[in-house]
Structure formats: structure tokens, C-alpha cells
């Protein structure tokens, strides 16, 4: 008894020592780019039109890469959750293959299928006059490539959480299938959901290689801060990066509180 309880503290010992290195490793190259700048050079960094444009930009384009991948999303996962079908595995294949393809491929992959001569991006262009190439449409079908498998895997854990026993019960007391998703499966799949667009959101905005295949110009805050590197050096750049990094920490932090107070609501 006494030789297990002193393997299991020693393991304890060594795990713990192992997670402080780790947290060390996150924590050492953010503290410090948010520590090298003083709040005046942060605030007279803000202020400049390209970084708080470029900044803006990101912020509100993930948005709505984020509403996109949540009306996209949510269906695909639930029915990959619940539904048994011939080339599952393949669709599953398919949702995960952003994930492992360089991000620069995954640009010119986008650009092939959204650019001026696209086999979506001619068509649309024509019909509608809508052009992908370049714009800020390009920047979200783009940051939608690269993040789409954090709303579906997330949001299909979310249902996959949820009891079959409850979404029958619902339906043999009359509820539609349609009812029993909004008024069942959606609300307790709730956190699946907002943590997948939560990720959505931060993959989005931390998007470089695709976003600058498909869309150098507009500039988001990643690619101006890749362009102020190479032009002016790293004290430009790391205060812009700086800037990014409050942002979405302050995002984080506020959207972190509302899931677990939801949560202890529940």
C-alpha cells in the first residue's frame, strides 16, 4: 500500500513538473510580446488607420466566417451524429482534410474554386458581379476553408452527447423531427456549438497562408504583421501582434465567463 501510494505521488511529481514546462511554453512567447510594449506605444500603434483597419477587419470577417460555418455546420454534424450511412468515414475524411493540408495549398485551393476563373468564382461573378479575388468575401470563404472542422467535430460532440432516449421520447409524443432538433437536440448541444464557434472565430482570425493566396489586399492584422516584419522589423510588427493578442484574449476571457455560467445555470 505504501509502495503504490508512493509511485502514484511520484507520478503526480513528474506530471506536474511536465505540465509547468508546458504551460511555460504557452505562456513564455505571450507574456512576453504583450509585456515588451509599453500602453503608449500600444496606444499610438491602435491608432494607426492601417492596424486598427487591419485589425477591424479580421475581427469582423471571422464574424462572419463564424455564421457561416454555424449554418453550414450544425446540420452536417448532427447528421454525422446520428446517422448511420454507405461513405461515412469518407464525408468524415473530407471534414478533417483542412486541417492536415499547408496552408498555402489550401489557398491555391480556394483560389482555384473562388478566383476570378473559379469554377464557383467565374459563375458568380458573372450572374451576380461578386468577386472573391481580392476582397473581403475571398478573405471568409478562404478563413471558412481552413476552420470549418471546428464547428462540425465540436458541434458533433455536442449532439453525439445527447441521449437518443430523449429525442424519441419527443417523438412519440408528437413533436416533428425539425421540433425535436430546435426545442431538444440544439439547446443541449448548446456548448458543442458555441466552443465550435468559438474556435471558428480564433482560427479565422489567426489565418495567414490561405488568406494571403486569395487576398493580399485587403490586409487583415496577420498579414500586415507578417508585411510590417519584413519591412520595418520586429518591434513594428510585435506591436501590432500585441494588440491582436488583448483582443482575443479579452474575447476569450468574456466568452469563457458565459459558457460556464451557463453552465452553472444549468
Do not use: C
Not at 477587419?57 to 457561416?68: G, H, K, R, V
Amino acid at each position: 500500500m505504501f509502495a503504490w501510494k508512493y509511485k502514484t505521488e511520484r507520478t503526480l511529481i513528474v506530471f506536474s513538473i511536465v505540465s509547468v514546462l508546458a504551460l511555460i511554453l504557452v505562456i513564455a512567447p505571450v507574456a512576453n510580446t504583450l509585456l515588451s510594449h509599453s500602453p503608449q506605444d500600444l496606444a499610438n500603434t491602435a491608432i494607426e488607420p492601417e492596424v486598427y483597419n487591419a485589425i477591424f477587419l479580421s475581427l469582423y470577417a471571422a464574424l462572419f466566417t463564424s455564421i457561416a460555418a454555424l449554418v453550414l455546420g450544425v446540420p452536417l454534424a448532427f447528421i454525422l451524429a446520428r446517422k448511420q450511412f454507405a461513405g461515412k468515414s469518407i464525408v468524415e475524411s473530407l471534414v478533417d482534410l483542412p486541417l492536415v493540408v499547408p496552408h498555402t495549398v489550401a489557398g491555391i485551393a480556394v483560389l482555384l474554386v473562388w478566383g476570378r476563373t473559379g469554377i464557383f468564382g467565374a459563375p458568380i461573378n458573372n450572374i451576380f458581379g461578386v468577386q472573391f479575388y481580392g476582397t473581403v468575401a475571398g478573405i471568409i470563404v478562404a478563413m471558412l476553408f481552413v476552420s470549418f472542422p471546428f464547428m462540425v467535430n465540436s458541434a458533433r460532440e455536442g449532439f453525439e452527447g445527447i441521449s437518443l432516449d430523449i429525442e424519441q421520447a419527443a417523438r412519440t409524443l408528437g413533436a416533428s423531427p425539425f421540433e425535436v432538433f430546435r426545442r431538444i437536440s440544439l439547446p443541449l448541444a448548446f456548448r458543442g456549438i458555441m466552443v465550435g464557434a468559438l474556435l471558428v472565430w480564433a482560427r479565422a482570425i489567426s489565418e495567414f497562408g490561405a488568406v494571403y493566396i486569395i487576398a493580399y489586399y485587403p490586409m487583415t492584422a496577420p498579414i500586415l504583421i507578417a508585411n510590417q516584419y519584413l519591412q520595418f522589423g520586429l518591434k513594428a510588427s510585435s506591436a501590432i501582434a500585441a494588440l491582436l493578442l488583448i483582443i482575443t484574449l479579452m474575447v476569450f476571457v468574456l466568452l469563457r465567463f458565459l459558457i460556464l455560467k451557463r453552465k452553472a445555470e444549468e
